[in-house]
């Protein structure tokens, strides 16, 4: 790893490997963090939307997640003590929690199930999510560090071109929320804007870490993280497949994290290099994301998953044969990786900036004006059903969630279940209701599935 | 229904519609009356009138938009800030967690209640920014996102909010059909010029004689404005307030308070007149937009960059909008200590992020300064208050008449109702 980690290596069995070698990038990331301070090593805050991690590796920063912090904390089911701290604190318990952990990490000094988290030297944030700023100004309250915030300007019309080049296809409805995303002349004062701040931001990293920035080096660095995405691009598109190869909501959200901690490293590019090797081995031996593919259902998830009981939750679909092959997580928290975009090395701050500015856009796109692109792949990913999955904490992905489920019944032949819980707070998660919830939703999959069959024969 | 000598100085002689229902000689008691009727009114009969006089409406969600624009398109700029109603249409495109004001404020929308010619909204909240996608799906007229910079201190924040504010002016543009020169925008900001400077004359009587205008008086004044054209505000405030001054009323032992929480919903009249039972509320934030230009606008150069400056460098503040320059918690001392109120009421709706957020900080911010403050949460079509007057007037009792030995024990009383 870029931080201290070992290789990925490569093994004579691939199946299975994009799980021991992720879990295994991970702890030595967290280990790396740890020991940061002791080595004199300066850290830097980032969110997954808009992390601009290429800018600050030009620097020798080591990368902190909050958000991946804090939702390892539920995934190890501590998420309480930490929730708790912070609600003794003030906070209220209607608000994020993952603010609320992160917050109670910091107040804790770092301690965290996964090593010690070193306080921010600098923290960088996009407005792709408001709760971003909150977040950072509870930093700015506690630390001296420097917090950048970086205005990203969103899409003024809800059309997501999730790949460059293809036809926009713009109801009418899209069409009356203005031109900003279609309109050149906007996009490129937009990216004026975004390429000014990083200018500005490069001053800040210089100040911070006293090393001068070197065109050269972020140029390699972009190199890799335009390897990672062409692989992290393949992965997802050979869950096309049937049987598909993985679950994108369990092993998908594991992936990601990796793409996201690794980006614009060796290990993230050859570890997405030989993830691509395990989905092919996987399709051609006929596996799925349990062996021997039991794959009844193609879903689509649209949300964050419930970490508190994540792998329960997932067993929940699993146990009717229910395989996520598609799932918007992979899509807003990948930094823009699903994008068809590579940056352009001869023009690496300009095209920095372009990259940033599309790929928060493509985040908060899948968040806002999902319709689209979730209708898209229904089709590309020939989808039975839809789950949708609203979460307490976050407004940010689950507020047009009711609204877009309308639009998907409206537009497509899919059944969709909406259920609502929480990512962190176990107080909101009821399995029981869930179950009950998810067995009727595949009860009627299975009714849909028993009529289609019974009008072919008839017609027959 | 339309006054000849209301017109827009500086451009064309346009007559503006007289939205209000009060006859020339009113007096304040009438005023104040009619103002209330129009703040509670869930389907604002102004609107209404503004539209079958032929007039295109731009509604604008919380917090903050530059009206100017609009005044000088000669469009009516209307705050959509929700209503305490029945909600039968909005709950189904929403989930469990969302605030009320996102929520009536489609219901009313859905409902036929507000009809606007253009929606605008921004993203003040992760809430309020999908609105505009929500909005669009449902209704005919354009949704339109704006984009206010929250990386002020960037060197090109300025140039790039003027460009926003050029691309919505030319949206108005397409819609009233004509073009708006900068001569027509300087003299709207002379307008809203003068409308801020009677605003600021409002909370001066407040800070300095508040026995003579409760907070829920002065709300109603203030809120009013978001409903009509400017220059019938101004000359509703400009008539109003000598009467004011005149008033008769003597000071009472009531404790002098900052009211803090109202930025985007609004706490229900009933809420703010508890509050005046007991208290002198100095100042707040409610409505904030509609002051958030704390000074005049330049009206001697570009106009669209005077406003994208004034928004930056000479604005107040609010919970959902970030400037390092500006620590929240730091506004907020300032305006208790310029409003030399005693204590202060930090106040949130229910599931509003930004809001419940901001109350950990100006909590903590107040403890440090020895403050005493009362914490609460509110929704706007909340309808019972008893228990709240208990609490605050326990609160008022304690910071007025506890012992010193006493002070830190009761220097806050928080009010959150768990869920």
Not at chain 1, 51 to 73: A, G, W
Not at chain 1, 97 to 113: C, F, I, L, T
Not at chain 2, 258 to 284: K, M, N, T
Not at chain 2, 395 to 403: D, K, P
Request: with cysteine.
């Amino acid at each position: 790893m870029a931080e201290g980690g070992a290789a990925v290596t490569a093994a004579t069995d691939v199946h299975g490997r994009g799980a021991s070698d992720g879990r295994r990038l991970f702890e030595e990331w967290y280990a790396a963090l740890t020991s940061a301070p002791e080595r004199g090593e300066k850290a830097a805050y980032v969110f997954v939307m808009g992390s601009l991690v290429e800018l600050l590796r030009c620097f020798d920063l080591h990368v902190v997640f909050p958000e991946i912090n804090s939702l390892q904390t539920a995934v190890r089911k501590v998420a309480d003590e930490y929730l708790n701290l912070a609600e003794d604190h003030g906070f209220s318990p209607d608000v994020c929690g993952y603010v609320k952990a992160d917050y109670a990490v910091q107040v804790r000094s770092g301690e965290h199930p996964m090593g010690r988290i070193p306080p921010p030297d600098v923290a960088v944030l996009t407005n792709a999510c408001s709760t971003y700023i909150k977040w950072a100004e509870i930093w700015e309250r506690m630390y001296e560090a420097p917090i950048f915030t970086f205005d990203t300007p969103g899409s003024r019309v809800p059309v997501p071109l999730r790949r460059a080049g293809e036809p926009v296809e713009t109801p009418d409805w899209a069409s009356r929320l203005g031109g900003g995303f279609l309109d050149a002349d906007s996009f490129e004062a937009d990216r004026r804007y975004v390429e000014h701040q990083l200018r500005e931001l490069i001053e800040v990293c210089e100040r911070v870490t006293g090393i001068p920035f070197d065109i050269d080096r972020c140029r390699e660095v972009l190199r890799l993280t335009n390897e990672m995405g062409r692989h992290w691009r393949r992965v997802l598109e050979l869950n096309r497949q049937s049987p598909a190869p993985f679950d994108a909501m369990l092993e998908g959200t594991i992936y990601l994290g990796v793409a996201n901690a690794l980006r614009g490293t060796e290990e993230g590019a050859l570890y997405f290099e030989n993830l691509v090797e395990e989905m092919e081995a996987r399709i051609a031996d006929g596996l799925g994301p349990r062996g021997e593919s039991d794959e009844h259902y193609r879903l689509v998830f649209v949300g964050v998953p419930c970490y508190p009981i994540f792998r329960r939750f997932y067993e929940l679909f699993a146990e009717w044969g229910g395989t996520f092959v598609s799932s918007t997580y992979t899509w807003f928290a990948s930094g823009g990786l699903n994008r068809d975009f590579e940056y352009d090395l001869e023009d690496p701050l300009g095209s920095l900036a372009e990259g940033l500015l599309l790929g928060v856009r493509e985040a908060t796109d899948s968040l806002m004006f999902p319709d689209r692109a979730l209708i898209q792949s229904i089709d590309e990913y020939d989808v039975d059903g839809v789950v949708y999955h609203p979460v307490k904490s976050c407004r940010t992905v689950s507020t047009g969630l009711a609204a877009s489920r309308r639009v998907i019944l409206e537009e497509r032949d899919v059944l969709a279940l909406y259920i609502e819980s929480d990512m962190m707070d176990k107080r909101v998660v009821s399995e029981a209701q869930l179950k009950n919830r998810i067995d009727a939703f595949f009860e009627g999959l299975r009714s849909r599935e028993i009529r289609i069959a019974g009008s072919a024969s008839a017609s027959d | 229904m339309t006054d000849p000598s209301n017109t827009t100085s500086g451009r064309d002689p346009v007559t503006v519609p007289r939205l209000l229902e009060l006859a020339p000689g009113a007096g304040l008691d009438e005023t104040l009356e009619h103002c209330r009727d129009l703040v509670e009114a869930p389907d604002p009969p102004t609107v209404r009138r503004w539209r079958d006089a032929g007039g295109k409406v731009l509604g604008h969600f919380q917090v903050y938009f530059p009206e100017e624009l609009a005044h000088a398109a000669g469009m009516l700029p209307v705050k959509v800030r929700g209503a305490p109603v029945e909600r039968r249409e909005a709950d189904s495109h929403f989930g469990s967690y969302i605030c009320s004001i996102l929520r009536s404020s489609l219901e009313l929308a859905l409902t036929g209640r507000l009809e606007v010619d253009l929606f605008v909204t921004h993203p003040i909240c992760d809430a309020a920014r999908n609105l505009a996608g929500i909005w669009a799906r449902n209704l005919p007229q354009p949704a339109r996102l704006l984009y206010f910079p929250q990386n002020a201190s960037s060197g090109f924040a300025a140039r790039y909010l003027e460009g926003e504010y050029a691309r919505l002016l030319a949206e108005m543009e397409d819609i009233v059909g004509r073009r708006v020169t900068d001569d027509d925008l300087r003299a709207s900001i002379r307008v809203f010029n003068r409308n801020r400077k009677l605003l600021r004359d409002l909370y001066e009587v407040k800070r300095e004689t508040p026995w003579l205008l409760s907070v829920d008086e002065a709300y109603c004044l203030l809120a009013v404005g978001g409903l009509i054209g400017r220059e019938e505000h101004n000359a509703l405030l400009e008539r109003a307030l000598p009467a004011i001054r005149e008033r008769a009323a003597r000071p009472q032992d009531k404790m002098r308070v900052v009211f803090e929480g109202g930025f985007c919903e609004q706490p229900p009249l009933d809420l703010l007149r508890s509050i005046a039972e007991f208290c002198y509320v100095v100042d707040d934030d409610l409505l904030i937009g509609l002051r958030w230009l704390v000074e005049d606008v330049a009206t001697d150069g570009e106009p669209l960059h005077a406003l994208a400056d004034a928004y930056l460098n000479s604005s107040s503040y609010s919970p959902v909008q970030h400037d390092a320059r500006k620590p929240k918690e730091k506004m907020l001392l300032e305006r208790i200590r310029d409003s030399r109120a005693e204590a202060a009421i930090v106040s949130a709706a229910k599931m509003c992020e930004p809001g419940l957020d901001e109350q950990v900080a100006y909590g903590q911010a107040l403890e440090e300064e020895g403050i005493p403050y009362f914490l609460t949460e509110f929704e706007e079509k909340m309808t019972s208050f008893s228990q709240l007057q208990i609490q605050l007037e326990t609160f008022v009792e304690n910071v007025l008449f506890a012992s010193e030995d006493w002070e830190e024990e009761l220097l806050v009383l928080q009010v959150r109702e768990r869920h």
